[in-house]
């Protein structure tokens, strides 16, 4: 684990710049260290009016579950009369039937827990030509289905989890105007699941210069305001759990850090959206806003099983709140996986996705050492 983290505030400096003038002997630190606390982490979204093609994003749950009902042979009159009777509270029948629609050996299975054995929905996914993210596959502008980054214009950007989710109507929106579902969940774990940490290491961050970006779980939830925004300045212990600690080597350079190794990300999350969040071939860009914050993009190659997950242990709820064809999810992921092929198959277990972070500054530092029967204080 690093050691501790402060984010050196201009209160600091001026009381350091007075010591020296008083003292004499004080000297300043060789590096500059800051700390920063995740405040918004979402799938990184750049939706339009045509980006679905004709027709738009993917029907409601309503539209749907009428299809649903027509893929398993019932007919107009009898899907309408499904359909009143859980209009009217008496909808255990249709529900029923949904909660069992897939078929396993011709027999009713749930399609959740079984994804493969549902019908597929042949949901729309992305037609349009830019999503934010990176080039993963070093292929450049010969990427097969590669996108271009509305920020630095970069082609052959591997984002199909953009691809696979950007048009279900809860996932769609932008950086300023959150995603429905993106901002459900993180309202969710905000107040419970322990903090994300960023810490910046660098011999003048105010300057282009090598720096070391490392990541780490706090042992406390994110801190907030009483308006419910994030709370700059608190205060952080790092979880010293390995399971959750990153640590990349990077540069600054024209007010833009990135990182320069790109090797495996993993951090204990939340079974809402996913128990480990997991990347390969990580890549990082992020700049610093004038009032101290920062904003990232983080990709990489995630296994999409993991993102599956939650949405097929969420059930029909999740269905009808939140995507309206949870197996539809399942293939259109499975459809746009690109990497880690299994041998015998062929079919790709992972996905690129890009993911968005906003971060405030914050102090951290490690969490107290537990004291041991017989150390000195205890006897």
């Known amino acids: 684990m690093p050691g501790p983290r402060t984010y050196l505030s201009p209160v600091l400096g001026a009381c350091a710049l007075t010591l020296a003038c008083l003292g004499g002997s004080f000297s300043p630190a060789a590096a500059e260290t800051r700390s920063y606390v995740v405040s918004w ?25 009428r299809k649903n009902l027509a893929d398993l042979g019932y007919t107009p009159a009898q899907i309408e009369e499904l359909v009143k009777k859980s209009q009217t509270g008496e909808g255990g029948e249709m529900f029923d039937i949904l909660r069992n629609r897939g078929r396993m050996n011709g027999k009713p299975v749930s399609p959740y827990i079984y994804p493969a054995t549902a019908i597929d929905s042949k949901w729309k996914a992305i037609v349009g030509k830019e999503a934010y993210g990176f080039n993963l596959d070093g292929k450049g502008e010969a ?52 903090a994300w940490l960023i810490t910046i290491d660098g011999a003048d961050l105010t300057k282009d210069g090598p720096v070391t970006v490392t990541f780490d779980r706090a042992l406390e939830h994110l801190k907030s305001n009483v308006d419910g925004s994030p709370r700059a300045d608190a205060t952080y212990r790092y979880d010293s759990d390995p ?34 969040f997991k990347l390969a071939k990580t890549h990082l860009r992020m700049k610093f806003k004038p009032d101290g914050s920062l ?75 537990p004291k041991v029967a017989g150390d000195a204080g205890e006897r």
């Not at 980006?51 to 738009?56: A, E, I, S, V």
């Not at 599956?308 to 709140?321: A, L, N, R, V, W």
């Open 41 to 65: 982490f979402s799938m990184a979204t750049n939706s339009n009016d045509t980006d679905c093609g004709p027709g738009g994003p993917n029907p409601g749950v309503q539209i749907q579950y």
């Open 143 to 194: 990427t097969k289905n590669g996108f271009v980054d509305p920020e630095t214009h970069e082609k052959g950007v591997n984002n199909e989890l953009y691809r696979a989710f950007g048009c279900y109507i809860s996932m769609r929106g932008s950086l300023e105007g959150r995603p429905t579902y993106w901002a459900w969940a993180w309202g969710q774990l905000k107040d419970s699941q322990p």
């Open 243 to 276: 399971r959750s600690h990153n640590s990349f080597k990077g540069e600054f350079k024209g007010g833009v850090l990135t990182i320069s190794e790109h090797g495996d990300f993993h951090m204990l999350q939340n079974p809402l959206v996913v128990p480990e």
């Open 295 to 369: 904003t990232a993009f983080i990709g990489g190659y995630q296994p999409w099983a993991d993102l599956y997950f939650s949405f097929g242990s969420g059930g029909i709820g999740i269905e009808q709140c939140i995507t309206g064809d949870v197996p539809g999810l399942y293939w259109l992921m499975r459809k746009h996986a690109d990497a880690d092929p299994d041998p015998k198959t062929g079919q790709n277990a992972s996905i690129s996705a890009t993911y968005y972070i906003e971060a405030v500054p914050a102090f951290a530092a490690q969490p107290p050492t």
